[in-house]
């Protein structure tokens, strides 16, 4: 089946206060939210860091959307 592959922008955060209480990666990591566009997810990670930077930190990362095509 064909596929369509589009840019996609992933913000992504790393619990800095979790690794106190384990150091399973997948608990530390995740996936906050997605965008097509790289300034607005550069631009949301700011903001984040801004906001709980403290706790966490924020970062993006270039991926794909798959789509039927």
Request: glycine share 2%; proline share 4%; no cysteine.
């Amino acid at each position: 089946m064909p596929q369509k592959k589009t840019p996609a922008f992933a913000v992504v955060r790393f619990d800095d206060y979790l690794t106190e209480h384990t150091t399973e990666v997948s608990n530390l990591i995740t996936i906050v939210k997605v965008f097509l566009d790289s300034e607005v997810a550069e631009a949301e990670a700011e903001r984040l860091n801004n906001l709980n930077g403290d706790h966490s930190r924020y970062w993006v990362h270039a991926t794909r959307l798959i789509t039927p095509d």
